[in-house]
């Protein structure tokens, strides 16, 4: 599924990070199950944004997969099959989403990012496309390492409904990507803004990806 791109800059500040002129795209999926080789894309949501704010419209699409949608996806996402009867394949969706993002300069930002990186590299192995080399960051991974005291707080504290509620972040529709995206990126700008001061990542691939 190719290799997941981390950012590596150990002298860089959160502060000075978001400072720089980066083209972020804030990208949640939702699928048919839990494991790309078998399951597939039904639903790719997605925010494009820099330190200035959004840019452009939001992006997302609707993808029919080769199976069935299995009713507790449907009873989680409220995605059905004959929501998806006509929406295009991933292969169409995945090409619509990479003119999106505008090339492999802009940082991609997803919320436990390599469910939703992996399911997409699938998707382009499946279709014969080369996998992403965009960078990614992973608002968990931040959540858990600027916030290690939540552990244990609640339940699932850090997932993103949770760290939403806690950042007084607004969810309009949990689990449909779109409005997941949304909050991933609040969520990344306001975890940016709070460590601005003083903090030194000092490495971003703790915050980013492995393979």
């Known amino acids: 599924m190719g290799r997941i791109k981390i950012l590596t800059d150990n002298k860089r500040t ?3 990070f978001f400072d720089k002129d980066y083209t972020y795209v804030a990208v949640d999926t939702e699928t048919t199950g839990l494991h790309p080789t078998e399951n597939f894309l039904i639903e790719i949501g997605a925010v494009k944004f820099s330190r200035y704010g959004i840019i452009g419209e939001p992006f997302d699409i609707l993808i029919k997969p080769p199976v069935e ?6 009873e989680l996402t409220g995605i059905d099959d004959f929501m998806v009867s006509k929406c295009p394949s991933a292969a169409e969706a995945i090409t619509k989403f990479l003119e999106y993002c505008g090339g492999n300069d802009t940082i ?3 919320h436990n990012a390599p469910f939703d990186i992996h399911f997409i590299n699938m998707e382009l192995e499946r279709a014969n496309m080369p996998a992403l080399e965009n960078q990614v960051i992973d608002t968990l991974v931040m959540s858990r390492t600027f916030h290690p005291d939540f552990k244990g707080t609640e339940d ?9 509620k806690r950042y007084g972040i ?3 529709q949990a689990h449909r990507a779109n409005d997941d995206a949304r909050v991933c990126m609040e969520l990344f ?5 709070e460590r601005k001061e003083n903090t030194d990542i000092k490495n971003l691939a703790q915050l980013a990806l492995n393979s």
């Open 69 to 74: 949608i299995p009713m507790y996806i449907t």
């Open 189 to 193: 700008q306001k975890l940016v803004v």
């Open 108 to 110: 991609l930002i997803a």
């Open 14 to 16: 959160v502060r000075n």
């Open 170 to 172: 607004n969810v309009l």
């Open 156 to 164: 699932g504290p850090y997932r993103l409904q949770s760290l939403a």
